[in-house]
């Protein structure tokens, strides 16, 4: 008896291991996908790089270029109308991509200052917000979008599109800078107010002016 009550206790004390374990293990994961922290730079950049980390201050604090240099993801996503795109459909003009989703928060509250960036550079730079929402979410994330105009509705109801960046998206929001021909220069992993007077001289950068 007094065995078995020894036996038990062992296995308790080894099942309460393997749980704190799961938990620390789960804990770390949500961190790195949902709690973005400041990346740093990566030790030698090319001068275009450099450029863009000197303009991470303020509202851009975050911006890194550690990824600089990569073309974006091949994966196919939708608009508004259920046409197949990719982000090579919008090459030719720079392009401000940012991920986002009805559930999150960030998102949401930056979203005005995208519009707000759009308006301001219509024709000369093609922000696509793209939606990470389910399809059981999309009328919500439409319905969303249109009070942003001039935003346009885009949507990967799948989530995979967020995995086949590189590096994949490490939080939300995330966004991704690209020049005209579709080769990553900058991104920003978090919260930010893309109205901003340091957003404008990143964007301005990124047209060349």
Not at 96 to 102: K, P, Q
Request: proline fraction near 7%; charge should be positive.
């Amino acid at each position: 008896m007094e065995a078995a009550k020894k036996g038990g206790g062992v296995k308790l004390a080894i099942l309460a291991v393997v749980a704190i374990a799961s938990v620390a293990a789960l804990y770390v994961i949500g961190t790195k996908v949902f709690k973005p922290a400041d990346a740093p730079q990566p030790a030698a950049v090319s001068a275009g790089a450099a450029g863009y980390a000197a303009l991470a201050v303020g509202h851009m604090k975050r911006l890194t270029t550690e990824s600089a240099g990569k073309p974006g993801p091949s994966l196919a996503f939708v608009d508004g109308a259920g046409k197949t795109l990719t982000l090579a459909d919008f090459k030719g003009k720079p392009v401000l991509v940012n991920l986002w989703a009805t559930w999150c928060a960030p998102c949401k509250k930056e979203m005005p200052t995208l519009a707000a960036l759009q308006k301001q550079y219509e024709g000369r730079l093609q922000v696509v917000a793209l939606s990470i929402d389910t399809a059981s979410a999309t009328d919500a994330a439409k319905a969303f979008i249109a009070e942003n105009a001039p935003l346009a509705f885009y949507q990967d109801a799948t989530m995979k599109i967020p995995f086949a960046f590189s590096p994949p998206a490490q939080g939300f929001p995330t966004t991704i800078l690209y020049d005209a021909n579709g080769v990553e220069q900058a991104r920003l992993v978090a919260e930010a107010d893309w109205n901003a007077p340091e957003a404008h001289k990143v964007v301005a950068k990124l047209l060349g002016e």
